[in-house]
T-cell receptor, first 114, second 115 residues
Framework: QKEVEQDPGPLSVPEGAIVSLNCTYSNSAFQYFMWYRQYSRKGPELLMY????GNKEDGRFTAQVDKSSKYISLFIRDSQPSDSATYLC??????????????FGKGTKLSVKP | DTAVSQTPKYLVTQMGNDKSIKCEQNLGHDTMYWYKQDSKKFLKIMFS???????INETVPNRFSPKSPDKAHLNLHINSLELGDSAVYFC??????????????FGPGTRLLVL
């Protein structure tokens, strides 16, 4: 079992839809959970960050972490064509060295149609 | 102002050649990284490096070597290039001890194609 599992999609939704993106993980030591957005031919950029369990909201984006289920989600409300990108979940344990590496999911490619 | 920059953006070369990719960050960060993103978009760490410590992912062949002339630069040297090295290579940087799990800032990527 890979450390982080993420459905690669592609996921296609109409403009204005609510989008739900998810990742599961196996390492219970992960404490930091992030969502990165990667536009085509660009580098990943941090979208949301959550420490431990709970919800975090930023504009149209909400990140949720359920450590008991080892499951994280990103919700996008009122999706826009400009949200079309690949979304990568990433997580990290609070250790130094290689045990503290940022581990990425494979990314979900999202397309929002006008 | 580009926070993390990489050169070149594209690199096409023959098998067996040696090549380098350069990375510079102007964020004042102490830690820099190299990642490889394969054709399936899977992003995997190759190295992390600060002034004190180089951490190598054990799956990285020793044909790959990072070189850091100073804190703001981490270059990637690749010897005896192989077809399987074709990928997009991303440089990133972060500041240890910062909140947000040490947010990593990524460069735009270098697309390497080995023929």
């Amino acid at each position: 079992q890979k450390e982080v599992e993420q459905d690669p999609g592609p996921l296609s939704v109409p403009e204005g839809a609510i989008v739900s993106l998810n990742c599961t993980y196996s390492n219970s030591a992960f404490q930091y959970f992030m969502w990165y957005r990667q536009y085509s031919r660009k580098g990943p950029e941090l979208l949301m960050y959550t420490y431990s369990s709970g919800n975090k909201e930023d504009g149209r984006f909400t990140a949720q972490v359920d450590k008991s289920s080892k499951y994280i989600s990103l919700f996008i409300r009122d999706s826009q064509p400009s949200d079309s990108a690949t979304y990568l979940c990433a997580m990290k344990a609070p250790y130094g060295g290689s045990q503290g590496n940022l581990i990425f999911g494979k990314g979900t490619k999202l397309s929002v149609k006008p | 102002d580009t926070a993390v920059s990489q050169t070149p953006k594209y690199l096409v070369t023959q098998m067996g050649n040696d090549k380098s990719i350069k990375c510079e960050q102007n964020l004042g960060h102490d830690t820099m990284y190299w990642y490889k993103q394969d054709s399936k978009k899977f992003l995997k760490i190759m190295f992390s490096y600060n002034n004190k410590e180089l951490i190598i992912n054990e799956t990285v062949p020793n044909r790959f070597s990072p070189k850091s002339p100073d804190k703001a630069h981490l270059n990637l040297h690749i010897n005896s290039l192989e077809l399987g090295d074709s990928a997009v290579y991303f440089c990133a940087s972060s500041q240890p001890g910062q909140g947000a799990g040490e947010t990593q800032y990524f460069g735009p990527g270098t697309r390497l194609l080995v023929l």
